[in-house]
């Protein structure tokens, strides 16, 4: 797709940090967060706003291995997305499909828990919706199959065109679900790749795979549920399989509590729905299971010390910065980046910055430890600069605290 917008695949990868021959291998594993860079990065290269959308558009059940061959091999649509469900966390470690039925109407959807991500949200959500039609197009062999309704947590893109044409059905922009929406009597419909018996051996295959981890099992589950408005611990303990003390137990074995996970979660939610959508703060509280929305922004104003409308305000500011910036960079090729960094916790933001500017060449990126003495600079010189080898970043120290200290004037 890179090439068909004369951009060259090595250079995008490279930007984002992988390898020039990372996709070249089907099975080869690429993080949440490196693949939400990667799409931004392409939007960014090829200046085509609905990227996503049209890597969604292109998908096909065998991309993704053997969840994709057994989800084929099922007689019915509605027992493929049931498969599908159940099998999608491996294929995908920051994101969860669903599959609900609620008044003669089917809801398939998805809904993304990665912590900290900060671009990329948009493109991720308009290529698994496509990915969702494309599914059932292959599944029951109608091209021009269309669900009845979609519903995306993005913003309004300028150009819509793409969207009407791929899906030729209402879309509903800034909505807190994505999802497309048919009726239940549709999952009756025959897959005819369907059988029986290669489902039952791939089924055997899938088991040998083993069980996914409590952790991310904890936190796909309470993002679904906050869907539906459940977001109890006996809810999510039930929707496990697992009695309250056990599940208590278990959660303990990890150092942690269902509150902190489910405060987590909340949190990295709502910066979503803050981020993406215009959504008002009421609807967002009542997204993420809040009775009230003051209980909401108290929540909010806890974790961030700042209220839900602040925060969405100061971020909208920092986004509108970007483009003056993005032109300073192009104008000025011989450019640096310089950021100044304690630990590990300052990256996210600043790969979330270089991923909104795009194009930018890691090897003028800078990192400085921070510190107003030499001694402080040396104590995280070795952390920054394990942080510039993992990112192809360069190292700067902070040459006039060597030369002349940290007094006054200097």
Same mark, same amino acid.
């Given at each position: 797709?890179?090439?068909?917008? !004369?951009?060259?695949? %090595? ?5 984002? *940090?992988?390898? @020039? ?29 609905? +990227? ?6 292109? /998908? ?21 997305? #049931? ?13 969860? =499909? ?21 671009? *990329? ?6 290529? $698994? ?15 021009? /199959? ?14 819509? @065109? ?23 009597? +549709?999952?009756?419909?025959? $897959?005819?790749?369907?059988? !029986?018996?290669? &489902? ?19 936190? &796909?589950?309470? &993002? ?11 809810? $999510? ?17 990890? *150092? ?9 979660? &909340?949190?990295?939610? @709502? ?10 703060? *009421? ?36 986004? %509108? ?12 090729? #011989? ?9 590990? !916790? ?8 270089? !991923? ?18 030499? =001694? ?35």
């Amino acid at each position: 797709m890179l090439r068909e917008f !004369d951009v060259r695949p %090595s250079t995008i990868l490279r930007h984002v *940090g992988l390898a @020039a021959d990372a996709l070249a291998d089907r099975d080869a594993r690429v993080s949440y967060a490196r693949s939400a860079a990667l799409l931004n990065a392409c939007v960014q290269a090829t200046g085509c706003r609905h +990227f996503g959308l049209l890597a969604g558009s292109r /998908w096909r059940l065998e991309h993704i291995g053997l969840p994709g061959e057994i989800t084929g091999s099922c007689a019915t649509v509605g027992e493929a997305l #049931e498969t599908f469900t159940t099998y999608q966390w491996l294929n995908s470690s920051g994101g969860v =499909a669903f599959l609900s039925r609620e008044r003669g109407i089917t809801s398939f959807g998805y809904a993304i828990f990665e912590p900290a991500l900060h671009a *990329g949200i948009d493109q991720i959500y308009d290529m $698994v919706m496509a990915i969702g039609v494309r599914m059932v197009r292959e599944l029951t062999g109608r091209p021009g /199959w269309s669900p009845s309704q979609l519903t995306l947590s993005r913003t309004r893109p300028d150009d819509v @065109a793409p969207y009407r044409r791929f899906y030729a059905a209402p879309i509903k922009f800034d909505a807190d679900v994505t999802a497309l929406y048919f009726p239940s009597t +549709f999952e009756a419909t025959r $897959v005819p790749s369907g059988d !029986d018996m290669r &489902r039952r051996v791939l089924e055997a295959k899938l088991l040998a795979v083993g069980r996914e981890a409590m952790l991310p099992k904890l936190h &796909r589950m309470i &993002r679904v549920a906050m869907i539906f408005g459940l977001t109890s611990g006996d809810e $999510v303990a039930s929707a496990m399989a697992l009695t309250r003390r056990t599940f208590n137990r278990r959660l303990a074995e990890y *150092g942690t509590t269902f509150q902190d996970a489910l405060r987590t979660v &909340r949190f990295d939610v @709502a910066q979503q729905l803050l981020r993406e959508t215009t959504l008002s703060i *009421g609807d967002i509280a009542g997204a993420l299971g809040y009775a009230e929305p003051s209980a909401f922004v108290r929540a909010f104003r806890h974790w961030t010390r700042t209220t839900p409308g602040a925060w969405r305000e100061r971020h909208m500011r920092t986004r %509108s910065n970007i483009d003056p910036l993005r032109r300073l960079l192009e104008r000025f090729p #011989e450019h640096r980046l310089k950021f100044v960094v304690v630990d590990a !916790d300052d990256l996210p933001e600043i790969l979330a910055l270089l !991923d909104s500017l795009g194009g930018v060449d890691r090897s003028r990126v800078l990192l400085m430890p921070e510190g107003r003495t030499a =001694a402080e600079v040396a104590a995280r010189a070795a952390e920054v600069a394990a942080l510039c080898i993992q990112h192809g970043f360069r190292y700067t120290p902070r040459l006039q605290l060597d030369l002349f200290g940290g007094g006054r004037g200097v």
